[in-house]
């Protein structure tokens, strides 16, 4: 599996980011994709995650600034409305596996600024 991230870039304060998650590969080795965000030198923490079957799942701490989606095909979008600057990071997402002996794959990321 082969995950590319659009490209996030510069966007104003109070603005609107969507980004994408194109996969490719054996679609059907999974089983949910995620996005994660990472401030340079701290962890990746979850940001939304999506499974086969459309269901959900946001961390207590986002719920409700972000909204992730997915189409019929290999696409998974993570939305988020009224940027504030604390939004600028580095998005990556990552598809899990069917399998639990398979390894996780990761995009290799989109840098996010937001400016004030």
């Known amino acids: 599996v082969h995950l590319v991230e659009s490209v996030g870039g510069l966007v104003q304060a109070g603005g609107s980011l969507r980004l994408s998650c194109a996969a490719t590969?054996?679609?059907?080795?999974?089983?949910?994709i995620a996005w994660y965000r990472q401030t340079p030198g701290k962890e990746r923490e979850l940001v939304a995650s999506?499974?086969?079957?459309?269901?959900t799942v946001y961390p207590v701490a986002v719920k409700g600034r972000f909204t992730i989606s997915s189409d019929a095909g290999n696409m998974v979008s993570l939305q988020r409305d009224s940027l504030n600057p604390e939004d600028g990071d580095i998005y990556f997402c990552?598809?899990?596996?069917?399998?639990?002996?398979?390894?996780?794959?990761w995009g290799r990321g989109s840098q996010v600024t937001v400016a004030s």
């Open positions: 990552k598809a899990e596996p069917v399998w639990p002996n398979d390894s996780d794959s």
């Open positions: 999506i499974n086969r079957s459309g269901s």
């Open positions: 590969g054996n679609l059907f080795s999974i089983t949910v």
